[in-house]
């Protein structure tokens, strides 16, 4: 089993900054590969980033791309997911996810509770 824990949300207006952290304890902490979802009031849970085991290789959505990024500290066990330039649509609650890269939710087999971003416009 491995356990998911999220960490880093808050409240933040537009055009700054946050960093979510994501701590993976639990069974082969550092072999998986991980993700990021997001989900607002009334909309699916939608892909936002996505790193491999070894952080050489990292995936985004259209949405984030050049505004955020992922990484990870193996030792740690621990991946973040750094937010600059925040828009009011960025607010939602973010969950990190274990066992893949894919944009597709259904591909990954451990998820967090989840941390709430909230961006003031």
């Known amino acids: 089993q491995v356990q998911l824990v999220e960490s880093g949300g808050g409240l933040v207006q537009a055009g700054g900054s946050l960093r979510l952290s994501c701590a993976i304890s639990?069974?082969?902490?550092?072999?998986?590969?991980m993700g990021w979802f997001r989900q607002a009031p009334g909309k699916e849970r939608e892909f936002v980033a996505s790193i491999t085991w070894s952080g050489r290789g990292t995936y985004y959505a259209d949405s984030v791309k050049g505004r955020f990024t992922v990484s990870r500290e193996n030792a740690k066990n621990t991946v973040y997911l750094q937010m600059n330039s925040l828009k009011p649509e960025d607010t939602a609650v973010y969950y990190c996810?274990?066992?893949?890269?894919?944009?597709?939710?259904?591909?990954?087999?451990?998820w967090g509770q989840g941390t709430q971003v909230t961006v003031s416009s």
């Open positions: 639990g069974r082969a902490s550092s072999a998986y590969a």
């Open positions: 996810a274990a066992g893949s890269t894919s944009w597709d939710s259904q591909g990954y087999n451990y």
